[in-house]
C-alpha cells in the first residue's frame, strides 16, 4: 500500500483534482462525498489527535451526546498517526463526523474536495469568541463558516520546560539567553547526577517548529524561512544559523540524553516524564502531556518561556488561527455534529480545556479560573503579552490557497537539515540553508505558474509590517 504524504497531496493536485485522490492511499478511491459517515447505529463520529485531552473528551462525548440525544463515539489517534487514519476513513467513504483537519491542504481546497461541510454557528457562539477569530481562507469561505477554532494562536513551541529537582540540586538559575542555557546545561554535566536534557530531534517536524520559534525570537523578521516584510525565503538569517547552531554544541557536547537523536515526540515526553533529566524543550501542551505520562512529575514542572540570543524580551508574531474543528463533508449528522463543536467554544468546555494544559484556550481568559499548574498558567499570561498577530497572504487574496494546493513540498525540509547538521552529513550550513531558501522559493514560483489564480509574489510581501503590533490588511 502506497502511503500518501502531505508531498504527495500537494505535488501535483490542484482544488478540482483533490475529490478523487487526494486521500488515496493506493489505487481508485471513492469520492469524499461517498457514505455515511455515521457511527455503528447512527452515532456521530469525533477524532482527534490531543493526547493531554483524552479523557476530558470521552467525558464530552458522553454527556453531550445525552443532552443532544446521540451516541457520540469518540477516537483517540497518535499524532503522528491521525493524518494517515483520516487518509485511510476517506478512502472508504467514512470521514468521522467532526474531526480536526490534518490533512495539510488549504480549508478553500479542502472545501472544493468535499473534505468538509458547513459549519451552522449560532450568534451566541459569535459573540463569546473574541473579535476576528472568524478569518475569510482560514475558517470561512464568502462569509460561511467551514472551520471552527478553539484554541489560541498566541503559542509558541520552543518552551524551556526543566525540573525543579534538578535545578535546586545544581543551583541554576531559569535561562533565558543561549549563553544562560549552556551554563545550566554545562552544570547538570559536571554535577553528575542528572541528565542534561532531551528533546525529540528525530521528529523533523517538531524540529523544524522548534528552530522557527527561536529564530524569529532571535530576529528573523518572518516566519517559517519567509520574511514578512520581503516575501523572500532567508534560512540562512543569522538568526536561523545560531538557533541551530545552539542545539549542535548542545548535541556535540554530549549533553542529550543517549538515544535522543532518535526520539520522536512521545519517546522524548516519556523520558523526561520519568525522571532525573534537566531540560525538555517542548510545546505548551507538555504538561497536560506529562499528566498523563505520571502526574507525580507536574509539581516538578517549571518553563523559563522562550530563550532568545542575548536574555531579552520574546516578540513573536502568529498568523491567525485556522480551522480546529471541521464536520465531514460525508456527513449525514451535520445539525448534531454543528451542535457538538459549538459546545467546544462554551466557557465551561474552554476552562476544561485549560485544564487539560495541551494548547491555550482561544478564551484565554478561563486560564485564571482553571486547574492548572503555575508555570502554565504564567506561559499562557507570557503568550497573550508577547505574539502578535502577522500578516498572512491567504487572508489578503483567498486564491493564494490554490497556489497551495499545487506547491510541491521542498525536500530536504529545515528539520532535515538540522538532523543532517547535528549527524555530521552536513558540513556546511549556511550553505544547506541557502539552498533551502532557493528551492522554497523556487517552489513557491512553479506553484504560482500551475495554480493559473490571480496571484503574484507580490501577495507575500507587506513592507508596512512591524514586528510587536496586529497586522490589519
Not at 89 to 99: E, T
Request: hydrophobic share 40%; net charge negative; aromatic share 8%.
Amino acid at each position: 500500500m502506497h502511503r500518501i504524504t502531505r508531498r504527495h497531496a500537494l505535488a501535483g493536485l490542484g482544488a478540482t483534482g483533490l475529490a478523487g485522490i487526494a486521500a488515496a492511499c493506493g489505487g481508485e478511491s471513492p469520492a469524499p462525498n461517498a457514505g455515511s459517515g455515521g457511527g455503528a447505529s447512527g452515532a456521530l463520529r469525533w477524532w482527534d489527535h490531543f493526547g493531554g485531552l483524552q479523557d476530558l473528551h470521552d467525558r464530552w462525548a458522553i454527556d453531550q451526546g445525552e443532552k443532544l440525544g446521540i451516541t457520540i463515539e469518540h477516537t483517540y489517534n497518535e499524532p503522528g498517526a491521525a493524518t494517515e487514519a483520516l487518509q485511510l476513513a476517506n478512502q472508504a467513504g467514512q470521514l468521522p463526523d467532526v474531526y480536526t483537519a490534518l490533512v495539510g491542504l488549504p480549508l478553500p481546497a479542502l472545501v472544493e474536495a468535499g473534505w468538509v461541510h458547513e459549519i451552522t454557528v449560532p450568534q451566541d457562539v459569535r459573540d463569546r469568541l473574541p473579535d476576528g477569530a472568524f478569518v475569510e481562507g482560514l475558517t470561512q469561505l464568502d462569509g460561511k463558516v467551514y472551520g471552527m477554532p478553539t484554541f489560541s494562536e498566541k503559542q509558541y513551541v520552543a518552551c524551556t520546560w526543566y525540573s525543579t529537582e534538578v535545578a535546586e540540586a545544581v543551583g541554576f538559575a531559569p535561562p533565558k539567553s543561549y549563553d544562560d542555557f549552556l551554563a545550566a546545561l554545562k552544570a547538570i554535566a559536571d554535577h553528575g547526577e542528572f541528565t542534561p536534557m532531551t528533546i525529540a530531534l528525530g521528529a523533523t517536524g517538531r524540529m523544524r517548529e522548534q528552530i522557527d520559534d527561536l529564530a524569529q525570537a532571535g530576529g528573523f523578521p518572518g516566519y517559517q524561512g519567509q520574511r514578512y516584510d520581503t516575501g523572500e525565503y532567508e534560512y540562512q538569517h543569522d538568526a536561523y544559523i545560531a538557533a541551530i547552531e545552539l542545539y549542535k554544541e548542545i548535541s556535540d557536547k554530549g549533553w542529550l540524553l543517549p538515544g535522543t537523536a532518535g526520539f520522536q515526540i512521545p519517546d522524548a515526553r516519556g523520558r523526561w516524564a520519568a525522571g532525573g533529566i534537566g531540560f525538555h524543550i517542548d510545546g505548551p501542551y507538555s504538561p497536560g502531556a506529562v499528566r498523563k505520562l505520571n502526574p507525580d512529575k507536574l509539581p516538578d514542572m517549571a518553563v523559563a518561556g522562550m530563550l532568545t540570543p542575548d536574555g531579552g524580551d520574546v516578540v513573536a508574531a502568529r498568523g491567525a488561527r485556522g480551522a480546529d474543528w471541521v464536520i465531514a463533508g460525508s456527513t449525514q449528522l451535520a445539525e448534531k455534529a454543528s451542535q457538538l463543536i459549538a459546545t467546544f467554544t462554551q466557557e465551561d468546555y474552554q476552562t476544561e480545556l485549560a485544564s487539560g494544559m495541551d494548547q491555550p484556550p482561544i478564551l484565554l481568559d478561563v486560564v485564571a479560573t482553571a486547574d492548572v499548574i503555575e508555570p502554565y498558567a504564567w506561559l499562557v499570561d507570557d503568550f497573550a503579552q508577547r505574539i502578535f498577530r502577522a500578516p498572512q497572504a491567504i487572508v489578503r487574496n483567498v486564491e493564494v490557497a490554490q497556489v497551495e494546493a499545487k506547491r510541491a513540498p521542498v525536500a530536504p525540509e529545515l528539520g532535515n537539515v538540522i538532523q543532517g547538521y547535528l549527524g555530521g552529513e552536513i558540513t556546511d550550513l549556511r550553505k544547506a540553508l541557502t539552498d533551502l531558501s532557493d528551492a522554497s522559493s523556487a517552489a513557491l514560483d512553479a506553484a504560482i505558474e500551475k495554480s493559473g489564480a490571480q496571484v503574484t509574489r507580490a501577495d507575500w510581501e507587506f513592507p508596512d509590517w512591524k514586528l510587536g503590533t496586529d497586522y490589519t490588511y
